[in-house]
């Protein structure tokens, strides 16, 4: 059974940092392109970062490029997303999902699969 659990969440306040994790079982997640996704109350999904088997870098949107860090850890299967400066407009539950990250001019667009996790709550607030 392929599952995701995403963990790190929580309470932070405006400049502060948090690392969410996203475990996968079921699957190999080497093989796959990962991407993290946020909704905020209210607001429509989006895409934050991605990160593909050739590249270990990843990406990002350019709401949160130079802030969040994509990373993987394939010995653990387990992709992560360092969180730095957050601001309260960051507030929202995260997703980690099976993606497709693709370019439009020069834009990142991160696109959702079929597997994805429960989501873990991050709220940025003084």
């Known amino acids: 059974q392929v599952q995701f659990v995403e963990s790190g969440g929580g309470l932070v306040q405006p400049g502060g940092s948090l690392r969410l994790s996203c475990a996968a079982s079921?699957?190999?997640?080497?093989?796959?392109?990962i991407g993290w996704f946020r909704q905020a109350p209210g607001k429509e999904r989006e895409g934050v970062s991605c990160?593909?088997?050739?590249?270990?870098?990843?990406d990002h949107a350019d709401s949160v490029k130079g802030r969040f860090t994509i990373s993987r850890d394939n010995s653990k299967n387990t992709v992560y997303l360092q969180m730095n400066n957050l601001k309260p407009e960051d507030t929202a539950v995260y997703y980690c999902a099976t993606a497709i990250c693709t370019y439009f001019s020069g834009s990142l667009y991160i696109y959702g699969r079929n597997y994805w996790g429960k989501g873990t709550l991050v709220n940025v607030s003084s």
């Open positions: 079921g699957f190999t997640l080497d093989s796959y392109a």
């Open positions: 990160i593909t088997p050739s590249d270990s870098r990843g």
